[in-house]
């Protein structure tokens, strides 16, 4: 019977970050946490570490390590776990450091995705991404080079909707709206353009796809 992991190993879990699942820790906790399945090396430099689905659900298990879950509203950037921009934050710092850490997080999602499908591949949504849907297209947005909206203007903002499995996508300019929709589907989810009845502003509805 497989041992359950070391207190210091669940600690590790824990403090993964809650979006991206990537890992800190020492050489040895990592590759300990790589052989008991929980995480897996990136092959890309600089070879982060990331939760693999099974280290995904020790974090989440009831009694188990757990994060809060991120949140879907605009926050500020300063608490140290990557958040991808979902539109109208403020204090978000702009650079190659910001590019480097969304490229890392894009493709650590992109293994997540290999790792969930039996066939390996990443063309569909995985189950986290359906679980942060907010997120997720943010996260497909902002590592496709798209502008989020700051504090005063324009640029995308990703919101939650009543729909389930669906969020809605505003951006005041039509061509960088339709551009929007064109990344999302690349990026496996199912778009449509609406309109919304009382302001008669354009906005685009994305679903994550199944098939």
């Known amino acids: 019977m497989t041992r359950p992991p070391t207190a210091a190993q669940r600690r590790a879990v824990e403090a993964a970050d809650p979006v991206t699942g990537r890992l800190k820790g020492t050489e040895a906790q990592l590759t300990a946490l ?5 995480a897996f090396r990136h092959p ?3 070879h982060d570490h990331f939760l693999t689905p099974a280290g995904h659900r020790l974090r989440d298990a009831p009694g188990g390590p757990g994060p809060a879950a991120p949140a879907e509203e605009p926050a500020p950037a300063a608490s140290g776990a990557f958040a991808a921009r979902i539109g109208g934050e403020e204090g978000v710092e702009e650079g190659p450091a910001r590019l ?12 997540l995705r290999r790792m969930t499908r039996p066939d390996g591949a990443t063309d569909l949504p995985c189950p986290w991404e359906r679980k942060h849907l907010v997120q997720a297209a943010a996260l497909a ?3 496709a080079g798209h502008r989020p909206a700051d504090a005063e203007g324009g640029g995308y903002r990703i919101r939650a ?3 389930p499995e669906a969020v809605a996508v505003h ?7 339709r551009a929007c929709a ?6 496996g989810w199912q778009t449509g353009e609406h309109t919304q009845p009382r302001t008669g502003v354009r906005y685009v509805l994305a679903s994550p796809r199944r098939t």
Request: proline share 10%.
């Open 141 to 143: 947005l902002e590592a």
């Open 34 to 38: 790589v052989k008991r399945g929980l």
């Open 44 to 46: 890309r430099p600089p």
């Open 182 to 187: 064109a990344t999302l589907e690349e990026a």
């Open 161 to 163: 909707t009543p729909q």
């Open 171 to 177: 951006e005041p300019d039509a061509g960088a709206l």
């Open 100 to 111: 480097r850490e969304v490229r890392g997080a894009w493709q650590g999602l992109l293994e």
